[in-house]
């Protein structure tokens, strides 16, 4: 953990790196929130509670939009 910098001894563009991926991490665990609410339970693969809380990080949104959904017939929702 030597390595380990601060917010200020990092480059403008290691800053923007990180604020995007913080962004776009926001927009998807939204967009996995959202999605939650508007699917009844046998739309999703498990307890939408546990999906809820899986989706706070990036491991359980990517997980969540991977196997927790139960496509519709037709495919698209």
């Known amino acids: ?35 939650l609410s508007s699917r009844s339970a046998s739309e999703v693969r498990g307890p939408k509670m546990l999906w809820r809380l899986l989706t706070l990080n990036t491991a359980g949104t990517v997980a969540y939009i991977l196997v927790g959904r139960v496509q519709a017939p037709g495919g698209v929702r």
């Open 1 to 35: 953990m030597a390595n380990r910098k601060k917010w200020s001894e990092l480059s403008s563009a290691e800053q923007a790196q990180i604020l995007t991926l913080v962004a776009v991490q926001a927009v998807l665990a939204a967009w996995a929130q959202r999605d």
